[in-house]
Antibody, heavy 119, light 106 residues
């Protein structure tokens, strides 16, 4: 069955950087778009970015451009998100989600990895 | 930037129908998706492409989308349907989520 397992979250100081990852299994990873979505504590869902199956097409939410960088490694069935210049408001649970197509739906989600930004 | 508006909360009695709305400018011209999220869990897709239901989702969940409003309907609501529900669409290569609706079944 489809499994998405995020990792790499933790406590980071403001202005620090972090790279979080998502390990995929149970499907042909290289056939699917993938996305990152986050959820601040007690808040709603916020889309960050998606990347095409080959990695050639990448889109970011306007508010995420500049500090966030999505990438993938199809050989190792993994998705990554680099976050720089972390701020307190980046504190959230970060989910990776399989995306059915360009502008498709998020049909499978991981459990998320928690990123906490605090001095 | 597209804004999707949902009521923050609603309640429904067991066995009754809950209709959750999602409003946005010309929303009906694009597909809308709906996700259910229970406390401490990841979101689950319940409706895609306006009105299609994944095979594992109960038939009591249905969707529609027209004009400026999309609607998720839960018929004969059950206690297990108590959750947060989010609508989502795409606009200019960006995904947009509504603020979410907390549905209480009591």
């Amino acid at each position: 069955q489809v499994q998405l397992v995020e990792s790499g979250g933790g406590l980071v100081k403001p202005r620090g950087s972090l790279r979080i990852s998502c390990a995929a299994s149970g499907f042909i990873f290289g056939d699917y778009y993938m996305s990152w979505i986050r959820q601040a504590p007690g808040k709603g869902l916020e889309w960050i970015a998606y990347i095409s199956s080959t990695g050639q097409t990448i889109y970011y939410a306007d508010s995420m451009k500049g500090r966030f960088s999505i990438s993938r490694d199809n050989a190792n069935n993994s998705l990554h998100l680099q976050i720089n210049s972390l701020r307190a408001e980046d504190t959230a649970l970060y989910f990776c989600a399989r995306t059915t197509s360009l502008e498709g739906h998020f049909d499978h989600w991981g459990l998320g990895t928690l990123v906490t930004v605090s001095a | 930037s597209l804004e999707l508006t949902q009521p923050p909360s609603m309640s429904v009695s067991p066995g009754q129908t809950a209709s959750i709305t999602c409003s946005g400018d010309k929303l009906g011209k694009d597909y809308v998706y709906w996700y259910q999220q229970k406390p401490g869990q990841s979101p689950v897709l319940v409706i895609y492409q306006d009105d299609k239901r994944p095979s594992e989702i109960p038939v009591r969940f249905s969707g529609s989308n027209s004009g400026n409003t999309a609607t998720l309907t839960i018929s004969e609501a059950q206690a297990m349907d108590e959750a947060d529900y989010y609508c989502q669409t795409w606009d200019s290569n960006a995904a947009h989520f509504g603020g979410g609706t907390k549905v209480t079944v009591l």
